[in-house]
């Protein structure tokens, strides 16, 4: 019976593990315990992560760089903005062409009026 509680408990450990958010500084420090010459399972074990996600982390930083541990989360943001932008440079220019097409309406109804 303790055996069963011992495995609930780890399994519980490893979920919390799973889950648990790393800010973009505990991230850039364990990776750059590990590139300093520590061991990876020990730092990983050490701030509750697993020894794979360390060395995601390891191989993110060396292709990209601090940015490139960013959460997703902030990613999606940063694609929000930069979509909102792109949006509202949109609506102006399609504003601004509704507008010339009511101009060009108008001009031509005036001509036609003037025209005998």
Known sequence: MTSENEKS??????ARQRYRH???DEKSKAVMRVL????????AQEIG????RLERWHAQFVS?????LQPKRDQGNRL???????????????LLLVAL????????????RMSP
């Open 36 to 43: 300093k010459g520590e061991q990876a399972y020990s730092v």
């Open 80 to 94: 929000y903005r930069k979509l909102n932008e792109n949006l509202q440079q949109i609506w102006q220019w399609v």
């Open 64 to 68: 990209g760089g601090r940015d490139a």
């Open 101 to 112: 097409v009511l101009v060009v309406m108008a001009g031509l109804r005036f001509l036609n």
């Open 49 to 52: 992560v697993s020894e794979n």
């Open 9 to 14: 408990v780890s399994s519980s450990e490893s």
């Open 22 to 24: 790393f800010s973009l």
